[in-house]
C-alpha cells in the first residue's frame, strides 16, 4: 500500500514537473521497476476527476491540463497565438478529417493548388506530419494530424473531430476528385472526344483531371 | 385596355429583374473587391451559391452558372485581372451550361452534363463541410487559450553517463595500425601474372584448328576444353577462362567461330567455321536449329 | 459548498496555469468577488499534502511544487555505451605514446588531418589535458594523457604501455590478409596487395569520423 502510494505520488510529480505530454513508455523508464504504471495512471485520472486540473490522454500522452469548464472563468495570461490563414485552416481541417491525405488530394478538395507555405506553417506548429507514401503512381507522400494537434484542440482521438461522424455518412469524405465521385464507371472517358469540340482550356482541365484519375486507378 | 395591363405586369417584371440584377450586381461587386480573400474559383463558386440562399445539395447549377458568368463580365468590365484560373472555370462553366440545354446523348462514353453538375455540387459541398470544419476546429477549447499546461514546469532531467566501450587492445590496435600505414606507404607496384587476350587469341587459334572437322564446321568443344591444363594459381585461372572466352567473341564477330549455350549457366561450346560464304553459313545455322 | 468547491477548483487551475507564483493579492485579484483565497490556499495546501505536488509559500508566493522527497526519483540516471570512432582512437594513442605532442605532430604520424572534434571528444572524456606550450614558433599547445587515462585502461604509468618491439611480439602490428575475395593466398603475400587496405581503411576512418559527428550533434 505504501509502495504504491508512492508510486503514485511519484508518477503525479512526474507529469506535472514535465513541459510536454509523456508517453506511457516514457513514464515506464522512470518509474521504479514492476509499477503499474496503466493502472496508477487510471487511479490518478479518476483523483484528479473532479479537480480543477485533469489528467488528459491523446493519442497516448498523458499530461495535466487546467478543467475545461473554467475556461470562462480562468484569468490567466493568455498565449499569443499566431492566427493562421483561411488557407490553411482550411488545408488542417482536410487534413484532419481525411487523413492520411496526399497534397494531389488536399488541392482536389479545395479546388486550388496548394502554397509551399501553407503546410510548412502547419509542419512548423507541429500540428501535421509526413505519414507514409501512398502505393500509387509517383509513391506521394500523404500528411496526417499529431498528438500535438489534438493536445491544442483538447481532442482525445480523431474521431473525435466535430461532425466527423455526420461527414462520413454523407460521403463528404471523399478524397478523390469530385468528377469520380458520380461517374465511377468508366474512367477514361471521352478525352479524344471532347479535343475536337472545346476550347483549349476545357481541354486543359480535363487534361489534368484525366492524370490524376490514372494516379488513382494504378 | 388589356394591353395596358399586361404592359404594366410586365414593366413590373422588367423592375423586379432589374432590382434583382442590381442587388445581384453589388454582391458580385463585393465579391471582387475581395477577391483577394477568396481561395480560387471553387470558393467564389461557394460563395455564389450561398446567395441562393438553399441547401447546397438543392441548388440550381444553371442559376449558378449564370452568376458566375455574370462575376466574370463584370471583373472584365472593371479592367481587373483575374488569375487564369478563374477564367478556365467561366470557360467549362459555359461549356457545361450549353451541355445541360442539349438533349441528352445516348450511349455516350462521356460524363453526362448531368454527372459533371452533380460533381460540381458535391465539390461544393464537400469543400463547404471543410470550411465549416476549420470553424468548428477554431471554436474548440485551445491549449493556451482556454486550457493550460503547468505554468511553471520543473521540467525533467534524463543524466545519461556514458561508459565509455574502449580496451586497452583497441588503443594499441589503433596504434600499430598507424605504423603498418606508414610501412605500407612504401609499396612497389603490384604485378600479376595474368593471360592476356592476345596470347589467349593465338592460344585458341591454334587449337580450334587442331579439332576434328564435319564439313565446314569443327566438332562442338566446351570453353572448358580450351583452358590450359595444370593452372595452380587460380587469378592465373581466372583470367585465362576470361581473356579465351574474351578471344572467341572477337572471334565469333569474325565469322570464324560458334557459340552454342543451351541455358543459364549451362557449358559454353565453342566449334570453329570455314569462314566462306554467307550462303553456306545460313544454311549451317539452319541446320542447328533444327 | 458548491460555490467553495468551484472556487478551489479555479483556485487550483490559476496556480497550476500560473507561469509565476502568485501572491494572495494578485490571487484575490483573480478569484470571484468574495472568495476567501486565505481559507481556500489552507484547504488546497492540505489537500496536496501528503501528494507528489505541494502547494508551497515562499515569501508570500504561493506556487505548486513537485514534493522535495521526490527530487532524486525524478531524475533519472540512464547508462549507455559508447564506443570510440577509429580516428579518436588512433589520436589518443598518438598522445599516449608521443606526449608532449602537438596537433601538427599528430596530423604527422596519422597522415590525415584531425578533426577539432576529435580532441574534443578526448577533452571531455577526461583522457587528455593539455600540456605546456612548444616553445618554438607559434608556441603550439601540446597534449598530455591524464590519470584518468591511466584509471581507465588499468595502467600503473605511461612508461607501461609495450613499446614497439614488444607490440610487433604480440602480433599487433600484423598485416590483414589483403583480398579477402580471392582465397589464393600465396599470390598476395607480398607488399604489393597493401595499396587495397589502405584506402579502405582511409575511407573507415572517415566514414566513423562523421557518425561521430552526428552523433554528437543529436
Same mark, same amino acid.
Given at each position: 500500500?505504501?509502495?504504491?502510494n ?7 510529480a ?23 504504471? =496503466?493502472?496508477?495512471?487510471m487511479?490518478?485520472? %479518476?483523483?484528479?476527476?473532479?479537480? =480543477?486540473?485533469h ?19 480562468l ?6 497565438? %499566431? %492566427?493562421?490563414?483561411?488557407?490553411a ?49 509517383g ?8 498528438? =500535438? ?15 466527423m461522424?455526420e461527414? %462520413? ?14 461517374h ?5 472517358? =471521352? ?6 469540340v472545346?476550347s483549349?482550356?476545357y ?5 489534368i ?6 494516379m488513382?486507378g494504378? | 385596355?388589356?394591353g395596358?395591363?399586361? /404592359?404594366?405586369?410586365?414593366n413590373?417584371q ?16 463585393h ?5 483577394d480573400?477568396?481561395?480560387g474559383?471553387?470558393?467564389v463558386?461557394?460563395?455564389? #451559391?450561398?446567395?441562393?440562399k438553399v441547401?447546397? +445539395? ?10 458566375y ?19 478556365v472555370?467561366? /470557360?467549362?462553366?459555359?461549356?457545361? !451550361? #450549353? ?5 441528352? *446523348?445516348?450511349?455516350?462514353? *462521356? ?5 459533371i ?6 465539390q461544393?459541398?464537400?469543400? *463547404? ?9 477554431? /471554436?474548440?477549447p ?12 520543473e521540467?525533467?532531467?534524463?543524466n ?13 590496435k589503433a596504434y ?6 606508414k ?11 595474368l ?9 585458341? #587459334? !591454334? ?20 583452358m ?5 594459381d587460380?587469378?592465373y585461372g ?6 579465351t572466352?574474351? +578471344?572467341g567473341l ?8 560458334e ?16 569462314? #566462306? ?5 545460313g ?8
Amino acid at each position: 500500500m505504501s509502495k504504491n502510494n508512492h508510486h503514485i505520488r511519484l508518477l503525479e510529480a512526474l507529469l506535472f514537473a514535465s513541459s510536454e505530454p509523456m508517453s506511457t513508455s516514457a513514464l515506464h523508464e522512470r518509474m521504479p521497476e514492476g509499477a503499474d504504471v =496503466g493502472g496508477l495512471l487510471m487511479e490518478l485520472q %479518476k483523483h484528479y476527476a473532479e479537480r =480543477g486540473v485533469h489528467l488528459t490522454e491523446t493519442q497516448g500522452q498523458w499530461a495535466f491540463r487546467t478543467a475545461q469548464d473554467l475556461a470562462d472563468d480562468l484569468n490567466v495570461e493568455k498565449q499569443i497565438s %499566431k %492566427k493562421l490563414s483561411r488557407a490553411a485552416m482550411e488545408t488542417l481541417a482536410i487534413i484532419a478529417y481525411h487523413q492520411p491525405v496526399t497534397r494531389a488530394e488536399i488541392e482536389n478538395v479545395r479546388g486550388v493548388a496548394t502554397h509551399k507555405g501553407t503546410l510548412d506553417t502547419l509542419l512548423e506548429m507541429g500540428w501535421i506530419k509526413p505519414g507514409r507514401r501512398r502505393e500509387t503512381l509517383g509513391r506521394p507522400l500523404t500528411w496526417v494530424s499529431t498528438a =500535438g494537434f489534438l493536445d491544442h484542440f483538447s481532442l482525445e482521438s480523431i474521431i473525435d473531430l466535430p461532425g466527423m461522424d455526420e461527414m %462520413k455518412a454523407s460521403g463528404l469524405l471523399d478524397r478523390r476528385p469530385a468528377i469520380d465521385t458520380v461517374h465511377q464507371d468508366d474512367l477514361f472517358t =471521352g478525352q479524344s472526344a471532347q479535343e475536337g469540340v472545346e476550347s483549349d482550356e476545357y481541354v486543359d482541365d480535363e487534361d489534368i483531371d484525366i492524370r490524376e484519375e490514372e494516379m488513382e486507378g494504378l | 385596355m388589356v394591353g395596358i395591363a399586361d /404592359a404594366v405586369q410586365e414593366n413590373a417584371q422588367d423592375m423586379s429583374v432589374f432590382i434583382k440584377e442590381d442587388g445581384e450586381m453589388s454582391a458580385v461587386d463585393h465579391l471582387l473587391l475581395d477577391i483577394d480573400g477568396y481561395e480560387g474559383p471553387i470558393d467564389v463558386l461557394l460563395e455564389l #451559391s450561398r446567395n441562393q440562399k438553399v441547401d447546397l +445539395a438543392k441548388i440550381s447549377i444553371l442559376e449558378l452558372v449564370r452568376q458566375y458568368l455574370v462575376f466574370i463580365e463584370r471583373a472584365q468590365q472593371r479592367n481587373l485581372e483575374l488569375a487564369a484560373e478563374y477564367l478556365v472555370m467561366a /470557360a467549362w462553366l459555359a461549356y457545361l !451550361k #450549353s451541355r445541360l440545354f442539349l438533349p441528352k *446523348e445516348e450511349n455516350s462514353d *462521356e460524363p453526362s452534363a448531368e454527372d459533371i453538375a452533380q460533381a460540381l455540387q458535391f465539390q461544393l459541398q464537400r469543400l *463547404e463541410a471543410m470550411q465549416k470544419a476549420a470553424d468548428k476546429l477554431l /471554436a474548440l477549447p485551445q491549449l493556451g487559450q482556454e486550457i493550460f499546461a503547468r505554468g511553471q514546469p520543473e521540467g525533467l532531467e534524463m543524466n545519461v553517463v556514458t561508459q565509455w566501450n574502449v580496451s586497452l587492445y583497441d588503443m594499441l590496435k589503433a596504434y600499430g595500425d598507424i605504423e603498418r600505414r606508414k610501412e605500407a606507404s612504401q609499396y612497389d607496384l603490384p604485378t600479376f601474372d595474368l593471360m592476356s587476350t592476345d596470347s589467349a587469341m593465338s592460344r585458341l #587459334s !591454334k587449337m580450334l584448328g587442331n579439332l576434328p572437322k564435319t564439313g565446314a564446321h569443327s566438332v562442338w568443344a566446351t570453353l572448358n576444353s580450351f583452358m590450359p591444363e595444370d593452372i595452380e594459381d587460380s587469378l592465373y585461372g581466372r583470367s585465362t577462362l576470361a581473356s579465351t572466352f574474351t +578471344a572467341g567473341l572477337e572471334l565469333a564477330k569474325q565469322g570464324g567461330l560458334e557459340f552454342r549455350q543451351d541455358g543459364l549457366f549451362r557449358p559454353i561450346y565453342m566449334r570453329k567455321m570455314q569462314p #566462306s560464304d554467307g550462303m553456306n553459313y545460313g544454311e549451317e545455322d539452319q541446320d542447328v536449329d533444327a
